[in-house]
């Protein structure tokens, strides 16, 4: 059985904010407000058995996780040592923050969850689309957050959503998480045909801005994902992340009633796989159905095919990939990939040549 990912959704995609571009906003909403005990330790237990890495890691998202509740994240915690059985467990929760108080971040230490915090950038552009349910802007909330994890000693990063307002401020964004301490940076691009999202030339020079930056002033002190997945395709590795992959289908999403889906960026009725207090895991992880989901990613444009940067995106992800000119689906990033590859591609060479010679 080969190694994959579960993650869980815990209270669906309820949220305590009104985030603008939120993709969440056009998917199912289940009334239930957080995952069940019979659910949590089902999902616990049947993710620890049946995944093959020694190595497993809970993936809290929504919506937004927090509201579940501190309790829940003990019981999950305890659950996860009642079945570990020898396995490394490690835990991490993607977050708007706004909940976390002294409470929240003593247990985060305590357990050692490495937390991602989103921030989109310096208050006028955070706070240009991640709003309350008042309508007023966050920033402020999260930055508090921010102060409440570095004096607990919290691990964690930073996710920055771009959009057509911050995708022309790369620079300042940049040494703005720099400045807050964000030791890791993740840039994903607002996708989904909403109104706020960039174009695909804004987001590659975004990204060429950022690797500049970047290459100029931290190499080896900051991690910014995106380099460093393509730096492992540069490596002949396989990335982690599943978008610049050859194949997908190894990074499966639980819901809070225990519907399982193909991916996070698929749960939609045609890709529920099963229910997992109706049947066993490793029958929805290693269903035809879900086989079939993963091998299709392969499936490539002309163009794809024959682009000399292939190997470090493979099409990206099959939900940005649409039908248009160049008659099969292709994705909608092809040129801020293509823009940002053609930029870094002989700082990654010689990055891959130093490290082989090490």
């Given at each position: ?10 209270t669906?995609?309820?949220?305590n ?23 949590l ?8 058995e ?22 829940f ?18 835990n991490?929760?993607q ?6 108080n002294?409470?929240?971040?003593r247990?985060?230490?305590d357990?050692?969850?490495?937390v ?70 993740q840039?994903?691009p607002?996708?989904?045909?909403h ?44 990335p982690d ?15 809070q ?11 939609y ?10 049947m ?11 086989r ?18 292939r ?7 099959p ?9 099969a689906?292709?994705n909608q ?10 930029h ?11 490290f082989?010679?090490?």
């Open positions: 059985m080969n190694a994959f990912q579960l993650m869980a959704k815990p669906g995609s309820i949220c904010l009104d985030c603008q571009y939120c993709f969440y906003l056009d998917k199912p909403h289940l009334n239930q407000r957080a995952m069940s005990d019979e659910v330790e089902r999902y616990i237990q049947s993710y620890l049946n995944a093959p890495q020694q190595r497993v890691t809970f993936l809290w998202q929504g919506g937004e996780p927090t509201l579940a509740g501190l309790d994240y003990q019981r999950a915690v305890d659950f996860q040592r009642k079945y570990a059985n020898g396995k490394q467990v490690e991490a929760l977050t708007n923050g706004v909940l976390f002294a409470d929240w971040c247990f985060l230490y357990n050692h969850f490495l991602g915090l989103s921030v989109d950038g310096p208050e006028y552009l955070h706070d240009a689309y991640r709003l309350n349910k008042r309508g007023k802007g966050t920033f402020r909330q999260v930055m508090n957050a921010l102060d409440l994890l570095i004096n607990y000693r919290v691990q964690f990063n930073t996710l920055t959503v771009v959009h057509n307002l911050n995708v022309l401020h790369a620079q300042e964004i940049y040494r703005f998480l720099k400045q807050i301490g964000s030791p890791y940076m840039f994903i607002l996708m989904g045909d109104e706020q999202q960039a174009t695909a030339r804004d987001y590659g020079q975004f990204l060429v801005d950022i690797f500049d930056e970047w290459y100029a002033n931290d190499v080896g002190k900051i991690g910014i994902q995106f380099i460093e997945q393509w730096f492992m395709a540069y490596l002949g590795l396989k992340l599943c978008l610049f992959r050859e194949t997908c289908g190894d990074q499966l999403v639980i819901e009633n225990g519907d399982i889906y193909s991916c996070d960026h698929y749960v009725p045609d890709y529920k796989l099963g229910n997992l207090i109706e066993p895991l490793q029958t929805i992880t290693e269903s035809p159905k879900q079939h989901f993963g091998l299709m990613k392969s499936f490539l444009s002309e163009r794809c095919q024959a682009c000399k940067f190997f470090a995106c493979h099409g990206g992800c939900k940005h990939r649409t039908i248009n000119r160049f008659g689906p292709h990033l092809c040129e801020a990939y293509y823009r940002a590859l053609s870094m591609d002989p700082y990654l060479r010689q990055f891959a040549a130093q082989r010679g090490q």
